[in-house]
């Protein structure tokens, strides 16, 4: 069974300028994650998925970010435009959220560089 | 935000000794779990312990939960160089499906 993909891995642009960043969740799976995580640091929850409904996104900084989620299953974080700060590792993760317990199952990661 | 923190922030030992790490959360919670970060990868789950449990064991993993310290800890027993990685604590919140990290304690275990 194939994993949460991610792309790309690495991304680096100017400041000032858009990028976005793709996830495919692991089939079946109705929760998806995008989390910021910096260096040293734990990830960071940025929105949260229940479907294609955008249960939670209290964390995302909404004057330059943006989400989505077509039909409930990929996604994209798109960043426009992009500051100096944003330079990170952006994950995203899924679950199934049924009945009982889950855990989140990561992609490999984006690691932006805005220079 | 973080909701969680762990403890110590970073851990060397030698190999064959045993890890111990710790974490605090702020909320009342469904379950806690564990994962694990190698260098530059993403997160890997380890181990989940509900709130109604006290410990739990996987292989070489021991875990426990105190939900009125609103505390937890790892164990790694009989540590590998292969188990130096970054570890992970977070919490699912009661009432809610967010999943919440603390902010991690990086274990090296010398060979």
């Known amino acids: 069974e194939a994993g949460v993909v991610q792309s790309p891995r690495y991304k680096i642009i100017e400041k000032k300028q858009p990028v976005a960043f793709w996830c495919n969740p692991i089939s079946g799976h109705n929760t998806l994650y995008w989390y910021l995580q910096n260096l040293g640091q734990g990830p960071e929850l940025l929105i949260r998925?229940?479907?294609?409904?955008?249960?939670?996104d209290s964390q995302l900084p909404k004057d330059r970010f943006s989400a989505e989620r077509l039909k409930g299953v990929d996604s994209t974080l798109k960043i426009q435009p992009a500051e100096l700060g944003d330079s990170a590792v952006y994950l995203c993760?899924?679950?199934?959220?049924?009945?009982?317990?889950?855990?989140?199952?990561f992609g490999q990661g984006t690691r932006l560089t805005v220079v | 935000s973080q909701q969680g923190e762990e403890d110590p922030q970073a851990l060397s030992i030698q190999e064959g000794e045993n890890a111990t790490m710790n974490c605090s959360y702020k909320?009342?919670?469904?379950?806690l779990q564990w994962y694990r970060q190698n260098s530059g990868r993403g997160l890997v789950h380890l181990i989940l312990i509900r709130s109604n449990e006290r410990e739990k064991h996987s292989g070489r993993l021991r875990v426990t939960l105190d939900t009125s310290k609103k505390s937890s800890s790892l164990l790694i027993t009989a540590s590998r160089a292969a188990d130096t990685a970054s570890y992970f604590c977070a919490t699912r919140q009661t009432g809610a499906n967010n999943l919440f990290f603390g902010t991690g304690t990086r274990l090296t275990v010398i060979p």
């Open positions: 909320t009342s919670i469904n379950n």
């Open positions: 993760a899924s679950s199934f959220a049924g009945a009982g317990d889950t855990e989140a199952f």
């Open positions: 998925y229940e479907n294609e409904e955008a249960v939670d």
